[in-house]
């Protein structure tokens, strides 16, 4: 599986973005997830979803973003709301066959910036 991601860039504190992470090989059963790494900070959990729809979010990220997977496209996506300079980061796709365990398949990440 190899994981490719874009739209990242620069926004505006308040602004919006959407990520797209776009799978080569199967992914239909996969869990798929966003992370994210901000300088100095470990890696951290923003959102992932099951094959059936289920997602898990960051509290951080509650009511503001949204996870969701095209099955036929292989691809998810993050639509990023509201977004605060505390979201800047690299973010990262991954991919796992378990929901209790970490991801087998990462993406190269896309960098996301948010000014005040």
Same mark, same amino acid.
């Given at each position: #599986? ?6 990242? +860039? ?8 959407? *990520? ?5 090989? =199967? @992914? &239909? !059963? =996969? ?9 100095? $900070?470990?890696?951290?959990? #923003?959102?992932? @979803?099951?094959?059936? +729809? +289920? ?6 990220? $509650?009511?503001? &973003?949204? @996870?969701?997977?095209? !099955?036929? $496209? !292989?691809? @998810?996506? *993050?639509?990023? !709301? ?7 980061? #690299? ?22 910036? #948010?000014?005040?």
């Amino acid at each position: #599986v190899q994981l490719v991601e874009s739209g990242g +860039g620069l926004v505006q504190a308040g602004g919006s973005l959407r *990520l797209s992470c776009a799978a080569s090989g =199967n @992914i &239909f !059963n =996969n869990v798929m997830g966003w992370y994210r790494q901000a300088p100095g $900070k470990q890696r951290e959990l #923003v959102a992932r @979803i099951t094959s059936g +729809g +289920g997602t898990e979010y960051a509290d951080s990220v $509650k009511g503001r &973003f949204t @996870i969701s997977r095209d !099955n036929a $496209k !292989n691809t @998810i996506y *993050l639509q990023m !709301n509201s977004l605060q300079p505390e979201d800047t980061a #690299v973010y990262y796709c991954a991919s796992g066959s378990s929901w209790y365990r970490a991801p087998d398949y990462w993406g190269q990440g896309t960098q996301v910036t #948010v000014s005040s």
